[in-house]
């Protein structure tokens, strides 16, 4: 099941400027504020074995608004217009939330009346509202020494944080700095936590993912060295990175997931979960030792090598390049660049 978040265009548009198999960005900018637009949908999109259907969905592919159905059915349900939402109202009601409890909750809901197709709306970042969204470095094999600075492999996971601002939805403009020509890309795998926990233990870890989603986790080198033992300033600049398509809320074998990342259709990163130096169990045991995780909280697990940096010379994102970030069991995410 495809969980989505998503603002109607606004105004209205003619039939034959959706012709195109994707959403153009630059159609109906919301002439409300996030608050008052955001919405929950369940996509109804083919979860058969043919991924080319299931994760490039036609413009008529339809919607159901999650959070019209939930709200007419329970007072306390009022107002949930996002997968943290969701996730904060079920986790109230059933302590061990997880995915398949999610599935098990979700699914009568896939039978109502569609409220918009593909073509009515523009994707929000798939939780656009987290707590926290933890970022980890250098996890999978052969990144480290990409740094060519001699250093053994890590021991212990790299974290640093992003801001809700840093990221766009899918098919949404990333922008480049006009501080910086240096935006880069790195594809992501994203873990989505279901309810709250701390000093969670690993082998109860899975038992704590809603979902998984895809990320671009957008960087701008030079912005990264500017202080000496932090990257933030470089991955937090406004809508450098996306975060979707949407949430997959699925039973998924967690340690052989693919996923890879092209710019202009060239391969540039491609890899394997069972390539992870901390596996996604690793991940959430150790970061909740220090952070309550809560539900919606976002965990991008690294990006494999092949990033722009390390290239000679360096290729950058340039405006008019289009990025993708692809799992045969996730999704696909695709976003345009363009200048700020």
Avoid at 109 to 116: E, F, L, S, V
């Amino acid at each position: 099941m495809r969980l989505i978040a998503f603002t109607p265009k606004s105004p209205a548009k003619s039939p034959a400027q959706y012709s195109h198999p994707k959403i153009n960005s630059s159609l109906g900018k919301p002439s409300k504020s996030l608050k008052d637009t955001a919405k929950l949908g369940i996509l109804l999109a083919d979860d058969a074995s043919d991924n080319n259907k299931a994760f490039h969905p036609h413009p008529q592919t339809k919607i159901i608004d999650l959070g019209l159905h939930l709200q007419s059915e329970k007072s306390s349900y009022q107002g949930i217009c996002s997968i943290k939402h969701l996730l904060q109202a079920f986790s109230s009601e059933e302590a061990g939330l997880d995915s398949l409890s999610l599935l098990r909750r979700l699914e009568k809901y896939q039978n109502k009346p569609a409220d918009y197709t593909l073509a009515d709306i523009r994707f929000l970042p798939s939780v656009h509202n987290a707590e926290k969204y933890i970022c980890i470095g250098v996890n999978y094999q052969h990144r480290n020494e990409e740094y060519k600075d001699g250093s053994p492999p890590p021991q212990k996971p790299s974290v640093f944080m992003r801001s809700r601002e840093s990221f766009v939805g899918h098919l949404e403009a990333l922008r480049l700095p006009k501080e910086s020509p240096q935006l880069d890309y790195e594809g992501e795998i994203a873990i989505v936590i279901s309810r709250e926990g701390r000093r969670i233990p690993a082998n109860k870890a899975p038992a704590y993912i809603a979902g998984l989603s895809l990320m671009n986790e957008g960087s701008v080198r030079d912005w990264m060295r500017h202080g000496k033992f932090n990257v933030t300033q470089g991955k937090n600049f406004t809508a450098s990175g996306s975060l979707g398509p949407w949430l997959h809320v699925k039973n998924f074998e967690y340690d052989k997931l693919s996923l890879s990342t092209k710019v202009n259709d060239e391969l540039r990163q491609k890899a394997n979960t069972s390539q992870l130096r901390f596996s996604f169990s690793y991940l959430i045991a150790y970061l909740s030792t220090f952070f309550t995780l809560r539900p919606g909280d976002v965990i991008a697990t690294g990006t494999p090598t092949g990033s722009g940096v390390t290239f000679k010379p360096a290729r950058f994102l340039k405006a008019a390049d289009t990025i993708s970030v692809e799992s045969k069991e996730i999704g696909y995410l695709e976003n345009p660049v363009a200048e700020e």
